[in-house]
Nanobody, 125 residues
Framework: QVQLVESGGGLVQPGGSLRLSCAASGSIFSINAMGWYRQAPGKEREGIACVSTADNTKYEDSVKGRFTITRDNAKNTAYLQMNDLKPEDTAVYYC???????????????????WGNGTLVTVSA
């Protein structure tokens, strides 16, 4: 397992951008698939973006074209660039890691064995 710490959340106006970071430690980062998940108030957690060990990516439909997931194995960090943010993007955002096979199951969370504590993103005028 890896230990994960998210950062970069905050308050942003509609149409604005944020970049979330997920710093990993405790294991070999490069062998894990990574994902970003979010949970809005009163809603279920949903998977929004995943990246494989080979840098393949998947996105949930509502964020396609607006969000980009990347990873930097040299820095043991995954990122989520979020552009054109909307009020409905308001949520606590979590990063997660798991064995490479978990990428096939994305956006479900099956098999993911490491989670960060989350960072709050609020999109409001």
């Amino acid at each position: 397992q890896v230990q994960l710490v998210e950062s970069g959340g905050g308050l942003v106006q509609p149409g604005g951008s944020l970049r979330l970071s997920c710093a990993a430690s405790g294991s070999i980062f490069s062998i894990n698939a990574m994902g970003w998940y979010r949970q809005a108030p009163g809603k279920e957690r949903e998977g929004i973006a995943c990246v494989s060990t080979a840098d393949n990516t998947k996105y949930e439909d509502s964020v396609k074209g607006r969000f980009t997931i990347t990873r930097d194995n040299a820095k043991n960090t995954a990122y989520l660039q979020m552009n054109d943010l909307k009020p409905e993007d308001t949520a606590v955002y979590y990063c997660a890691a798991g064995p490479p096979i978990t990428f096939r199951l994305c956006p479900t969370a099956h098999g993911l064995n490491s989670w960060g504590n989350g960072t709050l993103v609020t999109v409001s005028a």
